[in-house]
DNA sequence: GCACTCTTCCAAAACGTTTCGGGAAACCCG
DNA sequence: CGGGTTTCCCGAAACGTTTTGGAAGAGTGC
């Protein structure tokens, strides 16, 4: 029953044909005439001819696909990100007939060194770099090689023109310790990672404009920082920022996963949230709606952004990262129980 | 900046061999002496080589990667499965070597042709097939061409001899049933799909089968099925299920989202759980057990079920699909607050 | 009838890799 | 020293595609 796939050669020797017209009947050049071009296109679609792709990429140096490396060991990025991300890059690139190759790096590897081999078999025309870190390597090596690219994050010392979309975290952070403020809280925390995640950044600095443009500041004993994918050491730094001598009376949390782990730590010290404590999150994970109480969060539409990165990285593989400009997008406030006016 | 990756030509040139002799060398035949072996590799690594993916493919035959069609549409495949699916694929995959090609069904594409162009395009060395219907066109298609896969799920009708992983959702539903009996429950509800997928199939056996033994049935109008990804049709078919003259006690779930649901259904009804209604899921949601009560439902590990499907499918590569034996894998009960004795 | 131009087709080369089938030294043994 | 065996290397072909540079034939204008 099985049967090998026609190939050009097979189609161009039973129409007769050289391989030569077939493919550029199919390609729809005007050097073939309508008659053949038509009589090619039947046959090949009647036998279930696709080009195969790696003749294609070997000739032509496009391989059709778009390449992402993710980490194994990641929870916290794969229940957040993973799913919703992939679905949205997968959308945009269907559409424009390419696929995702997704590449997982190991435990023992480095992701950029598995960034370069993926690079370096030139098994992709572009890159999706995810996950950014402040000073991220990936991106000087992905521009030194001319290699197409789309970041989803930022990073901050790069000056070289590059194409990158993120959230706006600095904007929700400020937003969020406006309304708090306007609440009538002036004792703030942060809870985040200590890992060098651009957007752990980006957001701590946004909380700090808008409390310096209200005269506040953050104590240095209200921002407590666990490293990602530590669940102990993420509660320890909780439990630290709700024992602090004056317990800040807001606390904000670069994600939700952070935000959830708090808002137990607080239940089992009975402290009760909104009347005693705020909190706000980010990411508006699934169970952040069922938390309870229901955690005030920003959504930053993961999916969308990765329509939209999708998009991007189509740009620049097809004109260069020059003519794509940055995308910086809001994120949506999604205000549920979990903050309220700041105790008297 | 931009600078071309070396090929095995450069190479060659550069060492004074051979592409043969190159090729050879990194291969490890033993028909290059030691010593030439290892400038041959020294050199390899110093500048990055990396062996082209296409190059290799078109001589070999091997691509180097294993294939997944998602649909775009399946916002529950998404939340439940999709990253931690991917993510135990791509473990296994990376241990291989190999990468996972995913390519998106868009909305207009029936996922049949997406799986039949990305067969014939010759782009995988194998597919993973995922989200499986009852009689599913895809299984047949790829036996007929012998291509490798290796089904997550099962058919029905199929007798010629495949792969396939599926959780034992016959059995989960069975130890439900058996469960809530000897907590005095009587009338049973199922609420469930209406499209024809396998595991809907099973649930609702496994069900049906464990009521048989203790003399009982389902009664018809505590059937109650929505097609997925229809909210509102779902909200409906919980409400005619809570409403039958005589409401079940105990209403089986096969899935969490049905389950959250009815639970919510449920609340709107005034009608308590587990007091009233004992309520069961399927697949361990992180929401599941924000919900309050907490669900009770089974887990059935797809993060693992990833690693397996990918093991599976890498040895149906190597060996063919006669030689690996199905699995049928239990899911975890885990017991929550949402079921309890059967009201008196 | 000649010099053109169009139209329609094709042979051959190239992309980078692996492998088949040698082939030239060097070594061994009597 | 001559025959045979090892050791180490290489040229060339092939995988399937796209594209370059024609070439053959038909039509056109004079």
Chains 1, 2 share one sequence.
Not at 26 to 38: F, K, P, Q, W
Not at 291 to 303: K, M, Y
Not at 312 to 328: H, Q, R, S, W
Request: overall charge neutral.
């Amino acid at each position: 029953m099985e049967r090998r796939q026609p190939r050009l050669k097979e189609l161009s020797r039973e129409l007769g044909l050289s391989i030569t017209t077939v493919s550029r009947a199919l390609a729809g050049y005007s050097d073939v005439s309508a008659t053949t071009r038509e009589r090619v296109r039947e046959a090949a679609t009647r036998s279930g001819y696709v080009p195969n792709r790696a003749g294609r990429a070997l000739k032509s140096g496009q391989t059709g696909f778009v390449g992402l490396v993710v980490p194994v060991r990641d929870a916290q990025f794969i229940d957040a990100f993973l799913g919703e991300f992939v679905m949205g890059l997968g959308e945009a690139l269907a559409e424009a007939g390419r696929d995702l190759a997704l590449t997982t790096a190991t435990r023992r590897q480095v992701e950029m060194d598995v960034l370069a081999h993926v690079v370096n078999a030139g098994q992709v025309d572009g890159m999706v770099v995810s996950r950014a870190t402040c000073e991220d390597p990936r991106v000087g090596y992905l521009i030194d090689r001319g290699v197409p690219f789309v970041l989803h994050g930022r990073v901050l010392g790069e000056t070289r023109p590059h194409a990158w979309l993120d959230t706006d975290g600095a904007a929700a952070f400020g937003e969020a310790a406006r309304r708090l403020l306007a609440l009538g809280h002036r004792r703030f925390g942060l809870l985040t990672y200590s890992d060098p995640m651009t957007f752990a950044h980006y957001r701590r600095a946004g909380l700090e404009a808008a409390l310096a443009e209200a005269g506040l500041a953050l104590a240095p004993e209200a921002i407590a920082a666990a490293p990602r994918g530590d669940p102990d050491a993420l509660r320890a730094a909780a439990g630290r920022l709700l024992e602090v001598p004056e317990r800040p009376t807001a606390i904000l949390c670069a994600t939700d996963t952070l935000a959830i782990t708090l808002m137990e730590e607080a239940a089992r010290r009975a402290i009760a949230i909104p009347r005693d404590l705020s909190v706000v999150g980010f990411d508006n994970l699934p169970v952040s709606s069922y938390a309870s109480p229901g955690l005030t969060t920003f959504d930053a539409r993961i999916q969308e952004c990765g329509v939209a990165v999708a998009r991007m990285l189509l740009a620049v593989i097809e004109t260069g990262p020059a003519a794509v400009e940055p995308k910086l997008v809001a994120a949506d406030f999604i205000p549920r129980a979990s903050h309220g006016p700041a105790p008297a």
